[in-house]
């Protein structure tokens, strides 16, 4: 189970290096870029979290979420629901 939560969460630092890396050369619009998928993927969490409680599903509302339904879209919901009933 540990050398599963090691790998994650070193290719999730390993893909955030990348990318904070990659935003150097612009920074301006990569900020807001970041910003502008952070705000609709809330936005999606919240929306799905209002319609889907009602069938006992809950999808958390933290930053990690709101950044997968910003970049993925509902796919990134369903991660975030997948990952929060998983132990």
Excluded at 25 to 43: D, F, I, K, M
Excluded at 46 to 71: D, E, R
């Amino acid at each position: 189970m540990m050398d599963r939560l090691l790998l994650i969460a070193l290719f999730g630092g390993t893909v955030a290096l990348v990318y904070g890396i990659s935003m150097l050369s612009t920074p301006r619009r990569g900020w807001t870029n970041v910003l502008e998928h952070a705000a609709a993927g809330a936005a999606l969490c919240f929306l799905c979290h209002m319609l889907l409680s009602s069938a006992g599903l809950s999808i958390p509302l933290n930053p990690f979420s709101a950044l997968c339904a910003g970049y993925l879209g509902l796919p990134g919901v369903a991660l975030s629901t997948f990952l929060s009933l998983c132990p």
